[in-house]
C-alpha cells in the first residue's frame, strides 16, 4: 500500500470549513483514497472514498489533485462534533486485508 | 448507530481470569475483523474472518482466541492476559465484494483493562 502523510494535527473554527490535506505520492493506478475518523475512544467511522474523480456525499468532500499524489477532505461548515483523529488510507482493494490506519491528523473545532 | 455492536464496553479482568469480548454485526457482510488500539499509537488488526473462515492472524498470543460461529458474530476469548493487553478491541465488519472491502464498520469497542 502507499505510504501517506498528514499534518499531525490541525484546528478550525466551528463553523467554517475544515481541509484536511493528505500526501500519497507513491500511489499506484489501482489504488483508492479512503478517508476515516475516529472520535475520541470511539470506534474508526467511514467518511468516504475516491479514485481519482472528486467525491461528495452528505458527510464531507473529497478533492482529488489530476496527478493523484494528493487529496483533501473538506469539512464545508465543522462543528465541534467535527473533532476527533482523520485517517487517510491509501490501498487497492484486490491486496489481502491489512489495513494501516496511521497516526492520522487531529482535527480540533474550536467555538 | 454503525449497526455493530460490541460487547461489553467496559471490562476489566485479572491475569488469571477468562472473558469473552463479543461482537454482532446487522449488516449482512460476511467479514469480521479484530483490532487492537493501545494508547497513542495506531490500530493494529488482530484477526480477519471470511465467510466464517479465519483468513488472517497478524502474530496474536494465543492467549487471544476468535471464535466466529456464524457470518453475524464474531467473539474473542480472553485469558490468562497481561497488562500490557490493557487497550480499546475493535470489531468491524465489511462486505468482502470489491472496493467494498476496504469501507469497514466499526463498533464502538470495549475498554479492557487487565489487573
Known amino acids: 500500500d502507499a505510504k501517506t502523510t498528514q499534518p499531525t494535527s490541525m484546528d478550525c473554527a466551528e463553523g467554517r470549513a475544515a481541509n484536511l490535506p493528505c500526501n500519497h505520492s507513491?500511489?499506484?493506478?489501482?489504488?483508492?483514497v479512503y478517508w476515516y475518523r475516529q472520535i475520541h475512544s470511539q470506534g474508526p467511522q467511514y467518511i468516504i472514498h475516491g479514485l481519482k474523480n472528486n467525491e461528495t456525499n452528505e458527510m464531507a468532500s473529497l478533492i482529488i489533485t489530476e496527478d493523484r499524489k494528493s487529496s483533501t477532505l473538506i469539512l464545508p461548515h465543522a462543528t465541534l462534533r467535527d473533532t476527533a483523529v482523520y485517517y487517510c488510507i491509501v490501498r487497492a482493494w484486490n491486496t489481502g486485508n491489512q489495513f494501516y490506519f496511521g497516526t492520522g491528523t487531529s482535527l480540533t473545532v474550536i467555538p | 448507530e454503525t449497526g455493530v455492536t460490541q460487547t461489553p464496553r467496559h471490562l476489566v479482568m485479572g491475569m488469571t481470569n477468562k472473558k469473552s469480548l463479543k461482537c454482532e454485526q446487522h449488516l449482512g457482510h460476511n467479514a469480521m475483523y479484530w483490532y487492537k488500539q493501545s494508547a497513542k499509537k495506531p490500530l493494529e488488526l488482530m484477526f480477519v474472518?471470511?465467510?466464517?473462515?479465519?483468513?488472517e492472524n497478524n502474530s496474536v498470543p494465543s492467549r487471544f482466541s476468535p471464535e466466529c460461529p456464524n457470518s453475524s458474530h464474531l467473539f474473542l476469548h480472553l485469558h490468562t492476559l497481561q497488562p500490557e493487553d490493557s487497550a480499546l478491541y475493535l470489531c468491524?465488519?465489511?462486505?468482502?465484494?470489491?472496493?467494498?472491502?476496504?469501507?469497514?464498520?466499526f463498533g464502538a469497542g470495549t475498554r479492557l483493562s487487565v489487573l
Open positions: 507513491t500511489i499506484s493506478g489501482n489504488e483508492y
Open positions: 468491524a465488519s465489511s462486505q468482502d465484494n470489491g472496493v467494498a472491502k476496504n469501507i469497514q464498520y
Open positions: 474472518y471470511n465467510f466464517k473462515e479465519q483468513t
